[in-house]
């Protein structure tokens, strides 16, 4: 295959761009993330509360990560952010395939610092 069939590559501004959102999108919301699991009041479950399960270590451990995990999601202030969050880690996974690994990690860091700063001020 000769260069004229080959694809061109995209304009260096594209990356610059993807990777400066990425870094907005892993900056912005991990405060929020972390505020909401923080703040997060879970309800009550009957199933925690039967003698069976109490008597069971592993029942024990494995309902109560369950029911943690699923009240989190269930809750919009932790399940946005983190959709949000997760989104950028695909966006980076898919730019870090096609840009050089230096610049994709030097503007993500940057993006994360200006939004961490920003907040912070």
């Known amino acids: 295959m000769s260069s004229s069939e080959t694809s061109p590559q995209p304009p260096t501004i594209n990356y610059?761009?993807?990777?400066?959102?990425?870094?907005?999108?892993?900056?912005?919301?991990?405060?929020?993330?972390?505020?909401?699991?923080?703040?997060?009041?879970?309800?009550?479950?009957?199933?925690?509360?039967?003698?069976?399960?109490?008597?069971?270590?592993?029942?024990?451990?494995?309902?109560?990560?369950?029911?943690?995990?699923?009240?989190l999601l269930r809750n919009p202030r932790y399940a946005v952010p983190l959709l949000i969050n997760l989104t950028g880690s695909v966006w980076f996974f898919l730019l870090i395939g096609q840009a050089d690994t230096w610049i994709g990690m030097i503007l993500s860091l940057c993006g994360i610092a200006l939004c961490v700063q920003s907040k912070s001020g």
């Open 16 to 71: 610059i761009v993807g990777f400066l959102l990425v870094g907005i999108a892993w900056g912005l919301t991990t405060p929020f993330i972390r505020r909401a699991a923080k703040d997060h009041n879970p309800p009550a479950h009957p199933l925690l509360a039967r003698d069976d399960v109490k008597a069971s270590w592993a029942k024990s451990k494995f309902y109560g990560a369950f029911f943690a995990v699923v009240d």
